[in-house]
């Protein structure tokens, strides 16, 4: 499980390198520079929930299924967050309209924020 929880950390911020270089180098020529930063935030985030699945694989004290739901969660959050962001800013880009999916970003943002706080109350629930 925790090889897994890695595997996923290290994929997720890998593609985030590739999608922030993306953006900073080849998207430019095409977004404003408002849609570069919201495709920017998409990638910050993305890179944040990378290093918290790192982080959670060297917890020894949490149960194995609590970091299952909370990877799940995070990958979720992630796919659902960065992903609808990164369709959003580049949307002007396709002949299909990706605003019909902006839905998809606060579910996904809510996705992140029940991992951030399950990962919270399952420490405050342990004895010190």
Known sequence: MKRRI?????FLGMLSIILGAFGAHLLKKWLSIEQLN???VGVRYQMYHAFF??????RKEIALNV?????NLVVGGVILFSGSIYLL???HLTVFD???IGFATPLGGLLLIVAWGYLFFTILRQKS
């Open 6 to 10: 890695v595997l996923t950390g290290a």
């Open 38 to 40: 919201t495709f920017e």
């Open 53 to 58: 699945l790192f982080f959670l694989s060297t």
């Open 67 to 71: 970091l299952k739901t909370i990877s």
């Open 89 to 91: 800013a580049t949307n």
């Open 98 to 100: 990706f605003k019909i």
